[in-house]
């Protein structure tokens, strides 16, 4: 479905027109937020990617030199909102040693798994998820994390194991 920009109405609302803004917010509201749903990692961040997005368009509109560009304009910014949100989880930068990713792969397919796997691990109990972070994703020892979490290391172990089993089945889309 693509939406036909109403230039007459991006051209109120870069001048500051309030009831032009809201207009096309409204109407590109369940656009950005189909477009979101696709890169976001969870339906917290969805939600957050899109009220970000339209705040700062809100406040922004009035730096768009074009109106045809309005469209692109505002999927760049939710696009940005979804990146910074994925990154906000510890380290999500460095999933890589996961050791899932293939570096010669196709990106598309990288960031698709990327964010499935955060989104996996945003569905851990707590207990498991800070484990199997600490563990093989900041690389800290079993001792390193049952002092910091004051658990035993058999109590570290059990949940490392427990909550390594449930991301597999989480992502066993993605076994070959």
Not at 32 to 52: G, L, R, S
Not at 126 to 152: F, K, N, P
Request: proline residues 4%.
């Amino acid at each position: 479905m693509r939406t036909v920009i109403n230039q007459a109405l991006v051209e109120k609302a870069v001048q500051g027109d309030t009831e032009a803004i809201e207009a096309l917010l409204l109407q590109y509201a369940p656009l950005i937020t189909k477009f979101a749903q696709k890169h976001c990692a969870t339906p917290e961040d969805v939600e957050d990617a899109v009220q970000e997005t339209l705040w700062v368009a809100s406040q922004k509109i009035g730096t768009l030199r074009v109106a045809a560009a309005f469209g692109s304009w505002l999927f760049k910014i939710v696009k940005h909102h979804c990146s910074r949100l994925l990154h906000l989880y510890p380290n999500a930068e460095s999933l890589d040693t996961l050791a899932l990713c293939d570096p010669n792969g196709d990106p598309a397919t990288e960031i698709s798994l990327r964010q499935d796997v955060v989104r996996a691990l945003a569905q851990l109990p707590l207990h498991h998820r800070q484990v199997i972070i600490m563990r093989d994703i900041e690389g800290l020892s079993a001792v390193e994390v049952a002092e910091m979490l004051g658990l035993t290391i058999p109590a570290v172990k059990s949940r490392l194991h427990h909550g390594r089993n449930s991301l597999r089945q989480m992502l066993d889309q993605w076994s070959d």
